[in-house]
T-cell receptor
C-alpha cells in the first residue's frame, strides 16, 4: 500500500529535550515536506526537499532541522524544543517538485511542556 | 511573501444547497494552485491541481476554477459526506508551498 508513515503519532516532552520525528514514504517520491498545523493559522511549511541531499527552508524553519540522506526518509529534528513548538505536524511527499500532488502522513501531535 | 486567503472560514449548507468557496492569493511566480480536503484527525487529501488562469477541474460534486488572482471551489448539490475542511495552497517559483487557513464545510441532511 502506497503511504507516508510518521512516528511517533503522539509525543509529550519537556523543554530542551532533543527529539526526532521520522517520516518515510514507499512511493519513490522525490519531493518531501514538513508542515505544522495550528488552529486559525492553517498548514505552514517548515522545510522541503526536492531530492536527496537537497533541502530548503519553508515559511517557519526556526527551531527545526531536517536531513535527506535517503530518498524515502525525511526526519524532522527539534534540537531544543520549546512550548511554542507544540503543534500538529504533517509530513508529505509527491512525485516531484513540478508534480506536486502531495500525499500526507497521518500526523504527529507534539506537546512540549 | 506569498499569501493565501480563504473565505468564508465556515460554511453551513443544507443537503443539495450548492455553494462556492473562495481562495485569493498573491504569489511570486505561480507554479500551481492546489485544493485539498481534510477530515478531522487526518492528513489532507489531494483534490485538484490548477496551473493557469481559465483552467477548470471536476471531480464528482466538486469543480475548481482558477483566475489570475483567485480560485473557486464549487460544491454542487452537496451531501453530508462532503463535510470537511477544504484547503487551498499555492506553489511559488522556488517550489515553496503556502496554504490558506481553510474553509470548514458542514452539510446537514
Amino acid at each position: 500500500e502506497a503511504q507516508v508513515t510518521q512516528n511517533p503519532r503522539y509525543l509529550i516532552t519537556v523543554t530542551g529535550k532533543k527529539l526526532t520525528v521520522t517520516c518515510s514514504q514507499n512511493m519513490n517520491h522525490e519531493y518531501m515536506s514538513w508542515y505544522r498545523q495550528d488552529p486559525g493559522l492553517g498548514l505552514r511549511q517548515i522545510y522541503y526537499s526536492m531530492n536527496v541531499e537537497v533541502t530548503d527552508k519553508g515559511d517557519v524553519p526556526e527551531g527545526y532541522k531536517v536531513s535527506r540522506k535517503e530518498k524515502r526518509n525525511f526526519p524532522l529534528i527539534l534540537e531544543s524544543p520549546s512550548p511554542n513548538q507544540t503543534s500538529l505536524y504533517f509530513c508529505a511527499s509527491s512525485p516531484g517538485a513540478t508534480n506536486n500532488e502531495q500525499f500526507f502522513g497521518p500526523g504527529t501531535r507534539l506537546t512540549v511542556l | 511573501e506569498d499569501q493565501v486567503t480563504q473565505s468564508p472560514e465556515a460554511l453551513r449548507l443544507q443537503e443539495g444547497e450548492s455553494s462556492s468557496l473562495n481562495c485569493s492569493y498573491t504569489v511570486s511566480g505561480l507554479r500551481g494552485l492546489f485544493w485539498y480536503r481534510q477530515d478531522p484527525g487526518k492528513g489532507p487529501e489531494f483534490l485538484f491541481t490548477l496551473y493557469s488562469a481559465g483552467e477548470e477541474k471536476e471531480k464528482e460534486r466538486l469543480k475548481a476554477t482558477l483566475t489570475k488572482k483567485e480560485s473557486f471551489l464549487h460544491i454542487t448539490a452537496p451531501k453530508p459526506e462532503d463535510s470537511a475542511t477544504y484547503l487551498c495552497a499555492v506553489q511559488s517559483g522556488d517550489y515553496k508551498l503556502s496554504f490558506g487557513a481553510g474553509t470548514t464545510v458542514t452539510v446537514r441532511a
